[in-house]
T-cell receptor, first 116, second 110 residues
Framework: ETGVTQSPTHLIKTRGQQVTLRCSSQ?????VSWYQQALGQGPQFIFQ???????GRGNFPPRFSGLQFPNYSSELNVNALELDDSALYLC???????????????FGAGSRLTVL | GESVGLHLPTLSVQEGDNSIINCAYS??????FIWYKQESGKGPQFIID?????DKRQGQRVTVLLNKTVKHLSLQIAATQPGDSAVYFC?????????FGTGTRLTIIP
């Protein structure tokens, strides 16, 4: 059973650029959530995808967008990057709500984004 | 709004002693409370969870206690080992999202 894999592991961008981060969910999981973790802080919920549709969103502007594909993998896109977007972006997969263990998120190691 | 906070940002414990990490939460509607461990360079790793209708749950060397009256959550780690060194986060689940606290860094003293 493979876990959650994310790519790239590290990347550097400049203000105004766009970035795409990728995530492969754990085998058997059909729900993907994205979190932003600033240095020294706990992860903050960006959004969740279930059945290829956004299924809840945190307090993030529309320039944060995502996709989920039929194989349950996902992308996080951030447009018009700002310095404050520098953070570790975590992808987590889970089963859908109502199933046993649906509250258990399996996290990837994250993609560390630096915006200069 | 929702928030999850931790009482102590750092905790140093002698190897072999028990560790207790505390957490306060604010959303009475949260249905699950979860503890995660995050080691350097890794994503958070699930430790144990507790449903809101329970007040205690035990795992291997860990126990989570939930006090809904004062909205308090704690994680007890028995016989702390060097491998327990990490940042520990509590999180509460409401609808589709988890709200995490800032975290407590647990350091083990040999």
């Amino acid at each position: 059973e493979t876990g959650v894999t994310q790519s790239p592991t590290h990347l550097i961008k400049t203000r105004g650029q766009q970035v795409t981060l990728r995530c492969s969910s754990q085998s058997g999981h059909n729900t993907v959530s994205w979190y932003q973790q600033a240095l020294g802080q706990g992860p903050q919920f960006i959004f969740q995808y279930y059945r290829e549709e956004e299924n809840g969103r945190g307090n993030f502007p529309p320039r944060f967008s995502g996709l989920q594909f039929p194989n349950y993998s996902s992308e996080l896109n951030v447009n018009a990057l700002e310095l404050d977007d520098s953070a570790l972006y975590l992808c987590a997969s889970s089963t859908d709500r109502g199933r046993v263990g649906a509250n258990v998120l399996t996290f990837g190691a994250g993609s560390r984004l630096t915006v200069l | 709004g929702e928030s999850v906070g931790l009482h102590l940002p750092t905790l140093s414990v002698q190897e072999g002693d028990n560790s207790i990490i505390n957490c306060a939460y604010s959303n009475s509607a949260s249905d699950y409370f979860i503890w995660y461990k995050q080691e350097s360079g890794k994503g958070p790793q699930f430790i144990i969870d507790i449903r809101s209708n329970m007040d205690k749950r035990q795992g291997q060397r860990v126990t989570v206690l939930l006090n809904k009256t004062v909205k308090h959550l704690s994680l007890q780690i028995a016989a702390t080992q060097p491998g327990d060194s990490a940042v520990y986060f509590c999180a509460e689940r409401w609808t589709e999202k988890l709200t995490f606290g800032t975290g407590t860094r647990l350091t083990i003293i040999p």
